[in-house]
T-cell receptor, first 114, second 113 residues
Framework: EPEVTQTPSHQVTQMGQEVILRCVPISNHLYFYWYRQILGQKVEFLVSFYNNEISEKSEIFDDQFSVERPDGSNFTLKIRSTKLEDSAMYFC????????????FGPGTRLTVL | QKEVEQDPGPLSVPEGAIVSLNCTYSNSAFQYFMWYRQYSRKGPELLMYTYSSGNKEDGRFTAQVDKSSKYISLFIRDSQPSDSATYLCAILHSGGSNYKLTFGKGTLLTVNP
């Protein structure tokens, strides 16, 4: 069964460093998302991406964040200068166009900022 | 304004019990109501969703929406230890050209053998 994959599963970085979180969405899906979940808190929407551009972004998604689909398979989230409060689980999700209900989530990347 | 509220529990029940999980939401315009299950160290997995009001049944799971009171429920019949997980309610709503999810905090359920 097709699934969304994410790498790495755990990333530890120093405050101020750049990190890139990688996702491989399901191959025929066209809409891509990043969500995050700080420990003990809700899963929060960060950004949606379609047709090689951002469709919507939340207040959390400031200038330190960027997304890219560098090739036909990968979808990346970059944090330019990490802060302690960026420590969270980051989930990638993808949707087949027209499938309103079916956002498929990856297993997540745990980001720890020291 | 908090869009989706969910009692985080934890909830602990014996095997075979009927489980009721509940959420409230704030915006009466919402139309798609989702239930996700999340096992430890995994991503959320869609269980089922309903559109508008009423019930939807899938095996041992029933999702219910009461739009008049802005209340959504998930019932699990004959609960099993494998149902032990965090259950997340979510609203799927339009954000620009596509849809995004707004989640509740999740209820941690433990089903004891």
């Amino acid at each position: 069964e097709p699934e969304v994959t994410q790498t790495p599963s755990h990333q530890v970085t120093q405050m101020g460093q750049e990190v890139i979180l990688r996702c491989v969405p399901i191959s025929n899906h066209l809409y891509f998302y990043w969500y995050r979940q700080i420990l003990g808190q809700k899963v929060e929407f960060l950004v949606s991406f379609y047709n090689n551009e951002i469709s919507e972004k939340s207040e959390i998604f400031d200038d330190q964040f960027s997304v890219e689909r560098p090739d036909g398979s990968n979808f990346t989230l970059k944090i330019r200068s990490t802060k302690l409060e960026d420590s969270a689980m980051y989930f990638c999700a993808s949707v087949l166009a027209g499938e309103v209900g079916e956002q498929f989530f990856g297993p997540g990347t745990r980001l720890t900022v020291l | 304004q908090k869009e989706v509220e969910q009692d985080p529990g934890p909830l602990s029940v014996p095997e075979g019990a009927i489980v009721s999980l509940n959420c409230t939401y704030s915006n009466s315009a919402f139309q798609y109501f989702m239930w996700y299950r999340q096992y430890s160290r995994k991503g959320p997995e869609l269980l089922m969703y309903t559109y508008s009001s009423g019930n939807k049944e899938d095996g041992r799971f029933t999702a219910q929406v009461d739009k008049s009171s802005k209340y959504i429920s998930l019932f699990i019949r004959d609960s099993q230890p494998s149902d032990s997980a965090t259950y997340l309610c979510a609203i799927l709503h339009s954000g620009g050209s596509n849809y995004k999810l707004t989640f509740g905090k999740g209820t941690l359920l433990t089903v004891n053998p």
